[in-house]
């Protein structure tokens, strides 16, 4: 843990943490602590929640051919569109990553998404190569507008570009 702070390095706030960028790799973690890495380096693990979405999907398209076959035909094309986005969502996330250290090294492009005033926040996209050199993304949400989410976008983008990121 102690080779991650080798050089000063620079912090933003973000939805669920913090961002650290250091001069060789993207650390974020949920504490302010970068120390507490040990435990947040568990890797990828956005399969858990897919998994879930996965069940929720196959509900909603049993529940759908159930009212089909009760003749309640907008019910079941109700959660059969239901069934059928949250499957396309499933699709689109499976590039999706969790991963808490990224090598800078590895980063082959970083998009920075403002936010949409009362519907989204502003987000930063990470498109990076994994350590099997399969392309992933690693979202960054930034704080929301009732947390100082103007100030602490102007931060981040403030850093992410003196950091020659975006």
């Known amino acids: 843990m102690s080779q991650l702070i ?13 961002c650290h960028i250091l001069p060789d790799k993207i650390v974020l973690a949920r504490e302010g602590l970068i120390g507490s890495l040990a435990e947040a380096h568990v890797g990828n693990n956005i399969a858990r929640p897919l998994i879930t979405y996965g069940v929720f999907a196959t509900l909603l398209a049993y529940w759908s ?3 089909y076959k009760d003749a309640e035909y907008i019910m ?17 996330s499976l590039k999706n990553s969790a991963q808490p250290i990224i090598e800078r090294k590895q980063i082959q492009k970083i998009v920075f998404k403002p936010a949409f005033r009362g519907l989204t926040r502003a987000r930063f996209e990470i498109l990076f190569r994994d350590k ?12 929301g507008s009732l947390n100082g989410g103007k100030a ?11 950091e020659n990121l975006i």
């Open 65 to 67: 051919y159930n009212n």
């Open 132 to 143: 099997n050199g399969k392309m992933k993304k690693r979202l960054i949400m930034l704080p």
């Open 76 to 92: 079941a094309g109700y959660l059969g569109l239901l069934a059928v986005i949250l499957v396309y969502v499933i699709l689109i």
């Open 152 to 162: 602490g976008t102007d931060k981040a983008l403030i850093i992410m570009q003196e």
């Open 6 to 18: 080798t050089k000063e390095h620079k912090v933003f706030k973000t939805k669920t943490g913090y």
